[in-house]
């Protein structure tokens, strides 16, 4: 899926990395493949649009957020510890998922995001505990749901 509005939309495919403690190596394997430094931009959920029933309670979202930033800080230093200089942004957001986009510069993150969580939806995927991988053409996108 590209952010281009001239170019057609395309599905996305996803790949279930399993769980998250799985998906940290598989994810900095392919941003140490980018080069040397990386910013992640990461999307936490603040709360779920009333029509969500991925969450039923203020727990699961609590357990969402606390996952997703477990995750962001061990990806963080897993490409640390190989030498790549990483920083992430925090976003909050009020959607049922956490979206950690690793983007080259100059691309528009609002875009980007809003493509993400547009492939995520069209996909129609069972949103419970999971974590997605996306190549998005322009950057690729880990769903933590």
Wanted: charged share 20%; hydrophobic share 45%; proline share 6%.
């Amino acid at each position: 899926m590209h952010l281009d509005a001239d170019r057609p939309t395309q599905a996305v495919e996803f790949n279930e990395l399993g769980n998250l403690d799985d998906a940290v190596e598989p994810f900095a394997k392919l941003i140490r493949k980018s080069g040397r430094s990386v910013r992640l931009h990461c999307t936490i959920p603040t709360g779920c649009p009333p029509s969500s029933a991925a969450y039923a309670d203020l727990h699961d979202l609590h357990d969402l957020r606390s996952r997703s930033l477990v995750f962001v800080h061990n990806l963080v230093e897993s490409l640390r510890a190989s030498g790549i200089a990483a920083s992430y942004r925090l976003q909050p957001a009020s959607c049922p998922m956490c979206l950690i986009c690793a983007l080259p510069s100059g691309l528009d993150v609002t875009k980007f995001r809003a493509a993400a969580f547009a492939a995520v939806q069209n996909a129609k995927l069972d949103l419970k505990e999971k974590a997605l991988l996306a190549d998005l053409e322009d950057g690729y996108a880990l769903i933590i749901t």
